[in-house]
């Protein structure tokens, strides 16, 4: 499978060495390498559940984004000029006999680096305000392009309710232990708030989905971000990605011991991130106020993310893993 992705992607002269996945994790990463440069990051992907559509249409999203001035490292066409090439899991070319299909694409490697592999240390003798206001800043420019955006083709992504419905919740989680079975009573009442919510062109779009820090690289020498992996993106509300974003941010007051305080911080550290985030674009201050109902949209996407990464692996849930979050929904 590597030799033909080196062939369709012309890397005959570099050093592709593969990075370990995270747990659940869909594809088989390579980091692609030139005379001692990282340059290109290879995916490769064959979990069956997807089609070349579903593809096409996150890489032509992101081709779009890099293309009008985001900060996403773009895709990079093959030599048949296409964004996703379709291969056997042979390693030849994809045909209508059956056989797995293997999607492979090619992407720019993101200057910079993950905050985590810094030791969540930012630039040295800048304030963290300053990463806060360009991660906002950089989401907004994402957001600002998404709001314009027209499909080339009749690639689609999927809507936030194509997946996130109470037909697909009960076949994912079952009925067993008990607190499956109110989990889902909670889950069901999350949705019918979530259809009540405004679907308009400016509230509601493609997204990247999982906006956190280990989907960008920071330039420590500029503090720029440059975004990656939207392998899960999806038509939602642009309040999901700053919520997310506000759940990701709680280990920063984490270790403050005094509530009110904590609180403070966590507003602080939010408003830097709306400071940046409306330098690029508007927010419905209708839907600002709901981001605790944002929260909870959020953390059923964690429950349902650990609920499929199990069955791929055909393991059931460690409940420890959810229990923070099944409890919040189940407790409001």
């Known amino acids: 499978m590597i030799e033909q992705a080196v062939k369709l992607f012309s890397l005959q002269n570099y050093d592709c060495c593969e990075i370990e996945g995270h747990e659940g994790g869909r594809n088989r990463i390579f980091v692609c390498s030139k005379d001692g440069e990282k340059r290109f990051v290879l995916r490769i992907s064959a979990t069956g559940d997807r089609t070349e559509k579903d593809y096409l249409a996150e890489t032509e999203f992101v081709h779009y984004l890099a293309q009008n ?14 964004l996703v090439e379709v291969v056997e899991a042979s390693g030849g070319a994809a045909c209508d006999g059956g056989a797995t299909p293997v999607f492979i694409s090619l992407f720019e490697y993101a200057k910079g680096m993950l905050l985590c592999d810094n030791g969540y ?3 040295e003798g800048v304030p963290l305000e300053e990463y806060f206001f360009n991660t906002g800043k950089t989401l907004g420019k994402i957001h600002v392009l998404a709001k314009q955006y027209v499909p080339a083709t009749d690639c689609h992504r ?15 989680i079952p009925d067993t232990p008990a607190v499956y079975k109110d989990l889902k009573n909670a889950i069901a009442a999350r949705l019918e708030n979530f259809r009540a919510l405004p679907t308009d062109t400016q509230n509601y779009g493609l997204i990247h989905f999982d906006f956190s820090d280990g989907n960008y690289h920071i330039d420590m020498s500029t503090g720029n971000i440059t975004v990656f992996d939207f392998d899960n993106c999806i038509y939602c509300w642009y309040m999901f990605d700053l919520a997310n974003l506000y759940l990701h941010g709680e280990g920063w ?4 011991s005094d509530p009110k305080e904590r609180q403070g911080y966590m507003q602080h550290y939010f408003d830097k991130i709306l400071e940046g985030y409306k330098t690029q674009t508007t927010l419905d201050n209708t839907l600002l106020n709901q981001l605790p109902l944002f929260i909870d949209m959020v953390l059923l996407e964690n429950i349902v993310d650990e609920f499929e990464c199990a069955a791929r692996e055909g393991e059931e849930v ?7 979050a099944v409890n919040c929904l189940m407790k409001k």
Do not use: Q, T
């Not at 001035?69 to 296409?82: E, H, R």
């Not at 460690?318 to 923070?324: G, N, S, T, V, Y």
């Open 121 to 123: 240390h930012y630039r």
């Open 318 to 324: 460690d409940f420890e893993d959810i229990e923070d």
């Open 158 to 172: 999927p809507d936030y309710f194509d997946k996130y419905n109470m037909d697909y919740i009960n076949k994912l």
């Open 253 to 256: 007051a984490r270790n403050i």
């Open 69 to 82: 001035g985001a900060p996403v490292a773009d895709v990079i066409p093959s030599v048949n000029g296409k």
